[in-house]
């Protein structure tokens, strides 16, 4: 909703809208619902409404959030942590939900298919600058460091043995 927009009479119907733009945790939901200036009781009990319902759920969100970083927009699982944990989402919840879907083997592998995609995209450019251009790329994306230059230097390996 646009913030011009009269605050909706019924607390139910702008629950219900904020979620079919896309899923929410509860704190953000609580949060919208603050912003648009429903009284603490009235958007707890909507909020309270909502999860014995099914409609708010933290542990599906952040489920769904690591799968679609992963496969999506691909980030580091310190990434991912760092933002579910700024959307509302209980540490531990995060850390359990991690482990379940986003194991830290599969952190390199990927890093490593993210690294591969932007090699074959850049190999025409000079080889220091592309190797800088892909820890970066892998740094911004909150890869550690040496998950980053692992990851760089069997891609790099694997494409110098592809060229000859």
């Known amino acids: 909703m646009k ?30 619902m603050a912003q648009q200036g429903y009284d603490s009781t009235i958007t707890k009990d909507t909020i309270d409404q909502a999860i014995a319902t099914g409609l708010l759920d933290d542990a599906g969100f952040a489920k769904l959030w690591i799968r679609d970083r992963m496969w999506h927009h691909p980030l580091s699982r310190a990434a991912i942590a760092q933002e579910l944990r700024q959307k509302g989402i209980d ?23 993210l690294a591969e995609t932007r090699m074959r995209n850049s190999l025409g450019i000079n080889p220091d600058k592309r190797r800088n251009r892909l820890i970066s790329l892998l740094e911004r994306r909150g890869f550690s460091r040496g998950v980053v230059y692992q990851v760089v230097t069997a891609v790099e390996k694997e494409f110098e043995r592809a060229e000859d």
């Open 3 to 32: 913030p011009n927009n009269p605050k909706p009479s019924d607390p139910w119907a702008y629950l219900t809208l904020l979620l079919r733009y896309r899923p929410r945790s509860i704190a953000e939901a609580r949060q919208r």
């Open 91 to 113: 540490p531990e919840l995060v850390a359990a939900t991690l482990q379940a879907e986003y194991p830290a083997v599969q952190e390199v592998e990927l890093a490593t298919g």
